[in-house]
C-alpha cells in the first residue's frame, strides 16, 4: 500500500506540474503589477500583456470602475448573505437575469458564480445515466471534468468535423435507443486555443437527422460575435437551435461569474437542481451591478465591438501578410504557431518566460489537459487575445517600421529616437520578435509601433 500524501510529495507533477519548483513566480504564476492594461511591470521592469481577456476595453472603463466602487460601498461583498434559494436572492440578480437572457435570445438565465464549476453542475443537471454524449474534441476543460462526471457513455467526434459528427451521432443513436437515454451535443461558439468558429448552423441542421440536445459553451463569443455581442449563435442566425447556451463573465465583462440561458421551465428546473449554486453563496452584490453596468455598455454601444475587429482584422491581415501562421482563426483569439517539431517547441515552451522576457512581453504558453497542436503537427505558442484597451488609442500610423518575417534572423534595427532596438529571433523565439515592435495602425492596418505613452 501506498501512502497517499506521500506518492504525491515523491511523484507530483502532471503536464506543468513537474517545473514547478523553478517556474513559480516566473512563467508560471507571474506577479504582474499595475492597473490592467497593455502595460504591466512584471519583477520592476515595463512589459506588453497579452495575457488578457480584455477584450472589449470594460476592465478600466470609468464606468464600470465606477459601478463597481459604488455596488461595494453600498452593499459590501458580503451581501447578500446565503445561497439563492434560501437567502441569497435579491432583485437586482434577478434584473441581470432577465437582461442577460433578452440580450442572448432566449426566454430565461440562471446567474452562476464561476464559469468553470457552472459547465459542471449544467452537464450534472441535464444527463442522466442512460443518455449519451457526443462533444467536440478539442472541448475546453470544463467540459471534459463534467463528462468525467456522467455515468453514461460517450462519443468524440473529430474538431469541428461534421461528417465526423454524424457518424458519431449515428452510434450514439443506437446506444440511446438501447439504454432508452437522450443524446447531448456539446460543442464551443469559439475555440480558445485556436480561435476558430463551432459550425453551430450545420450541427443544428444535424437535428433533421437525429433527436439531441445542443449545449454550447460561448465563454469568447460573448461580446466579440454576432449583432452587437450577442454571441456566436447569433453569428450563424442558430440562436432557436442551441438549446442551452453559455456564457461567462471572465472575457468580455472583465469580471467573475458566469450565466446558463434556455428556455424558462428548464432555467426554473436548473435552479432548484444545480448543486454548484445550491451549496454556494449567492454571486456578491458588487459583482452583480457591476456586470448589469457591462451589459449596459455592451447593448448600448456596439462601436465596443467594431472597434474591437477594426483592431483584430489589422493585426491577423498583418501577421499573414508577412508569413506567420494564425490557422484558421474567425475570431479575436488569435494563436501564432511555432514551426519545428515536438522535441524544439517543448524545449522552448520549458522556458517561456525568457523568450518572452527577450521582446518586453508578459505571456505564458496555454496548456489544456492535452496539448494543442499545430495543423501541420507541432505545438503551437500561447494565443495573443486582442484587448482594445491596449490598442484602441495607440494606433496610429508609423511609416518605415516594418513588421519582422518569421524566418528572420538575427538582425538589428533602429526603432527610433529612444535608440531602443530589436533583435530579430528565429521562429520558435518569434513572440518576443514582432511584440516587442508595438501596437497596431489601423489606417495601414499592419504597422506596429514601439510606444510609450500611457493609455
Known amino acids: 500500500m501506498v501512502n497517499i500524501l506521500d506518492r504525491l510529495q515523491k511523484f507530483a507533477g502532471g503536464p506543468l506540474g513537474q517545473y514547478m519548483n523553478n517556474a513559480h513566480g516566473y512563467w508560471a ?46 452593499f459590501g461583498m458580503a451581501a447578500p448573505m446565503g445561497a439563492r434559494m434560501m437567502s441569497g436572492q435579491t432583485k437586482w440578480h434577478e434584473q441581470l437575469e432577465r437582461e442577460l437572457a433578452a440580450f442572448v435570445g432566449k426566454e430565461d438565465a440562471f446567474l452562476l458564480n464561476f464559469g468553470y464549476q457552472g459547465m459542471i453542475s449544467i452537464i450534472d443537471v441535464l444527463l442522466s445515466p442512460r443518455d449519451v454524449v457526443v462533444y467536440d474534441a478539442e472541448a475546453h476543460a470544463c467540459i471534459i471534468d463534467g ?5 453514461g457513455k460517450r462519443f468524440v467526434f473529430q ?17 440511446a435507443e438501447e439504454t432508452r437515454g437522450g443524446i447531448l451535443v456539446i460543442t464551443e461558439g469559439v475555440f480558445g486555443m485556436k480561435g476558430d468558429l463551432g459550425p453551430l448552423d450545420k450541427i ?15 465563454a469568447h463569443g460573448f461580446g466579440t460575435m454576432g449583432r452587437g455581442g450577442r454571441g456566436t449563435a447569433d453569428h450563424f442566425d442558430a440562436t432557436e437551435g442551441v438549446d442551452v447556451l453559455f456564457n461567462t463573465f471572465a472575457k468580455s465583462m472583465c469580471g467573475i461569474g458566469a450565466f446558463v440561458a434556455s428556455h424558462k421551465w428548464l432555467i426554473d428546473i436548473m435552479r432548484y437542481n444545480m ?10 452584490m458588487p459583482m452583480v451591478i457591476g456586470a448589469l453596468k457591462r451589459l449596459e455598455l455592451i447593448r448600448n454601444h456596439p462601436e465596443l465591438q467594431e472597434q474591437l475587429w477594426t483592431i483584430v482584422r489589422a493585426l491577423q491581415e498583418g501577421f499573414r501578410a508577412r508569413g506567420f501562421e494564425i490557422g484558421s482563426t474567425a475570431s479575436p483569439v488569435t494563436p501564432v504557431y511555432m514551426k519545428g517539431g515536438d522535441q524544439p517547441c517543448g524545449r522552448s515552451a520549458r522556458k517561456p518566460r525568457t523568450v518572452l522576457l527577450g521582446g518586453g512581453l508578459s505571456g505564458h504558453p496555454a496548456r489544456r489537459d492535452h496539448p494543442a497542436h499545430h495543423p501541420h503537427g507541432g505545438p503551437h505558442s500561447r494565443r495573443c487575445r486582442v484587448h482594445t484597451e491596449s490598442l484602441r488609442r495607440r494606433a496610429r500610423q508609423t511609416p518605415g517600421r516594418r513588421l519582422p518575417t518569421p524566418h528572420a534572423r538575427h538582425e538589428r534595427h533602429d526603432l527610433g529616437e529612444r535608440g531602443s532596438e530589436l533583435i530579430q529571433i528565429p521562429p520558435d523565439r518569434l513572440l518576443g520578435s514582432f511584440l516587442k515592435l508595438g501596437w497596431i495602425d489601423h489606417d495601414a492596418g499592419h504597422a506596429f509601433e514601439r510606444r510609450d505613452q500611457s493609455v
Open 29 to 74: 504564476f507571474p506577479k504582474l503589477e499595475g492597473d490592467i492594461g497593455p502595460r504591466m511591470k512584471f519583477r520592476g521592469k515595463e512589459m506588453l500583456n497579452w495575457s488578457l481577456n480584455n477584450y472589449l476595453g470594460l476592465a478600466n472603463h470609468p464606468e464600470v470602475r465606477k459601478a463597481d466602487a459604488d455596488g461595494a460601498a453600498r
Open 147 to 151: 463528462l468525467r462526471m456522467h455515468k
Open 159 to 175: 474538431h469541428n468535423d461534421i461528417d465526423s459528427l454524424r457518424k458519431q451521432l449515428a452510434h450514439a443513436a443506437a446506444l
Open 204 to 218: 443544428v441542421a444535424l437535428k433533421k437527422e437525429f433527436d439531441f440536445t445542443l449545449l454550447v459553451d460561448d
Open 275 to 284: 448543486r454548484s449554486q445550491l451549496y454556494a453563496k449567492s454571486l456578491p
